[in-house]
T-cell receptor, first 113, second 117 residues
Framework: AQSVTQPDIHITVSEGASLELRCNYS??????LFWYVQSPGQGLQLLLK??????LVQGIKGFEAEFKRSQSSFNLRKPSVHWSDAAEYFC???????????FGTGTRLTVIP | GAVVSQHPSWVICKSGTSVKIECRSL??????MFWYRQFPKQSLMLMAT?????????EQGVEKDKFLINHASLTLSTLTVTSAHPEDSSFYIC?????????????FGPGTRLTVL
C-alpha cells in the first residue's frame, strides 16, 4: 500500500539558515511526488513536483527537492530560510493509475529571527 | 491559471442544520474534483472523488448520506454536510484535476472552515 512518512512533526530554524524537510514514501512503482505548503487557515500551494527525469527538481520560493529511489526519499531543501516560510509542509505521493494523492502528516516549520 | 475557489471560506451553523460548500474551477474545466477533510494539526484525508455527471466515489468510513457531493458541471462541485453535528467541525478542502492534468496533479482550493455549534 502507498504511504508517506514525514518523520519530523515540528522543525525550528533560524532565519537565514538552511532547511531540509524529510519525506519517505512507500510505493511499488515510480511514484509521482509533490511538496505542498499550507499557511494557517489556508489551502495548499504546490511548491514542486517530480514525475520523471532529473531527480533534482526546482520549485517556487527557492525550494528544491531531490528524488532518491534507493532511499525512497524526496526531501525538500532551501539554502536560506525566510521568516515568511513558516508554515506547514506536506509531502504527497500520487499513483499512476488512480486519482488519489496520499499525504504525509506534515511538518510544521517555525522560523526564529 | 488553474485557480480553484471555495465558498464560503468559513461558516458557523447550528447542530442539525445542513451546510453547502461550493468548489469552483475558475479558469479551467475540472473533470474530477476531490474533497478532503483536515482536522487541526493533522494531514488531509480524502473523503470522496467526484467526476462530472456521475456519482461520487466515497472513501471507506465516509458516510455518503451525510456528506452529499454533486458535480453537476465541469466547473462546480458541491459538498453538503447534512444534519451537521459538532464532530463535523473541520477544515474542508477541495481540489481539481484539469482535463489536461498528468501524473495526478491537483489544484487546491483555499479551504472552508466549518464550525458546528
Amino acid at each position: 500500500a502507498q504511504s508517506v512518512t514525514q518523520p519530523d512533526i515540528h522543525i525550528t530554524v533560524s532565519e537565514g539558515a538552511s532547511l531540509e524537510l524529510r519525506c519517505n514514501y512507500s510505493y511499488g512503482a515510480t511514484p509521482y511526488l509533490f511538496w505542498y505548503v499550507q499557511s494557517p487557515g489556508q489551502g495548499l500551494q504546490l511548491l514542486l513536483k517530480y514525475f520523471s527525469g532529473d531527480t533534482l527538481v526546482q520549485g517556487i520560493k527557492g525550494f528544491e527537492a531531490e528524488f532518491k529511489r534507493s532511499q525512497s526519499s524526496f526531501n525538500l531543501r532551501k539554502p536560506s530560510v525566510h521568516w515568511s516560510d513558516a508554515a506547514e509542509y506536506f509531502c504527497a505521493v500520487g499513483e499512476a493509475w488512480a486519482n488519489n494523492l496520499f499525504f504525509g502528516t506534515g511538518t510544521r516549520l517555525t522560523v526564529i529571527p | 491559471g488553474a485557480v480553484v475557489s471555495q465558498h464560503p471560506s468559513w461558516v458557523i451553523c447550528k447542530s442539525g442544520t445542513s451546510v453547502k460548500i461550493e468548489c469552483r474551477s475558475l479558469d479551467f474545466q475540472a473533470t474530477t474534483m476531490f474533497w478532503y477533510r483536515q482536522f487541526p494539526k493533522q494531514s488531509l484525508m480524502l473523503m470522496a472523488t467526484s467526476n462530472e455527471g456521475s456519482k461520487a466515489t466515497y472513501e471507506q468510513g465516509v458516510e455518503k448520506d451525510k456528506f452529499l457531493i454533486n458535480h453537476a458541471s465541469l466547473t462546480l462541485s458541491t459538498l453538503t454536510v447534512t444534519s451537521a453535528h459538532p464532530e463535523d467541525s473541520s477544515f474542508y478542502i477541495c481540489s481539481a484535476r484539469t482535463t489536461r492534468s498528468v501524473h495526478n496533479e491537483q489544484f487546491f482550493g483555499p479551504g472552508t472552515r466549518l464550525t458546528v455549534l
